[in-house]
């Protein structure tokens, strides 16, 4: 019962460096997300992709590409990684619907945990 | 500036003794709310919601009330058991974006 797959769990890069996080969801969900999570901020949105082939910024995407591969994968990539990008990045995707209605309640990913040096 | 916000970043409860996590919203457009459950090394899982239009969300050990006047919601534990230690989000949502507190720690001690 995978739900939510994130790799990798742990990275760390230099500065300058880039890196995509993947992430793929077995539960057919429509849509996907990405946060990153920030001690004492919660979580916050970066990317999101309501349904195959569509993506949108959320709250933080400067420095953030995303890619909906397809139904099950949506990855994220820093092109040019720098220090404040060091978090925990989590995917989570949500079922029906083309909106972020919070009454199709998200499912998580462990995370990955990025260091940026 | 929060728009949800979760001043206590801890809280310490007695097993079998009631938790009261406490929520606050500034956003007035908001009109569902969520509680999500993070253990260390995992992704939140999700745990109840409620919609605007109520003021009490109960399931099994877990209630949420919602005062839309006082833009403040809580969730109640009763009775704590040690494995609700973790940190508890709240989360809301007008539709377009779910919107996430900083996080309260609970401990539950044995």
């Known amino acids: 019962n995978a739900g939510v797959t994130q790799t990798p769990k742990f990275q760390v890069l230099k500065t300058g460096q880039s890196m995509t996080l993947q992430c793929a969801q077995d539960?057919?969900?429509?849509?996907m997300y990405w946060y990153r999570q920030d001690p004492g901020m919660g979580l916050r949105l970066i990317y999101y992709s309501a349904s195959e082939g569509t993506t949108d910024k959320g709250e933080v995407p400067n420095g953030y590409n995303v890619s909906r591969l397809n139904k099950r994968e949506f990855s994220l990539r820093l092109e040019s990684a720098a220090p404040s990008q060091t978090s925990v990045y989590f995917c989570?995707?949500?079922?029906?619907?083309?909106?972020?209605?919070?009454?199709?309640?998200?499912?998580f990913g462990d995370g990955t945990r990025l260091s940026i040096l | 500036d929060q728009q949800v916000k979760q001043n206590s970043p801890s809280l310490s409860v007695q097993e079998g003794r009631i938790s009261i996590l406490n929520c606050d919203y500034t956003?007035?457009?908001?009109?569902?709310f969520l509680w999500y459950k993070k253990y260390p090394a995992e992704g939140p899982t999700f745990l109840i919601s409620?919609?605007?239009?109520?003021d009490k969300n109960e399931d099994g050990r877990f209630t949420v009330f919602l005062n839309k006047s006082a833009k403040h919601l809580s969730l109640h534990i009763v009775p704590s058991q040690p494995g609700d230690s973790a940190v508890y989000f709240c989360a809301a949502t007008a539709g377009n974006m779910l919107t996430f507190g900083g996080g309260t720690r609970l401990m539950v001690k044995p």
């Open positions: 409620i919609s605007s239009i109520k």
């Open positions: 956003n007035s457009m908001f009109d569902y």
């Open positions: 539960m057919n969900h429509n849509s």
């Open positions: 989570a995707s949500s079922g029906e619907g083309a909106s972020l209605l919070g009454n199709q309640p998200q499912h």
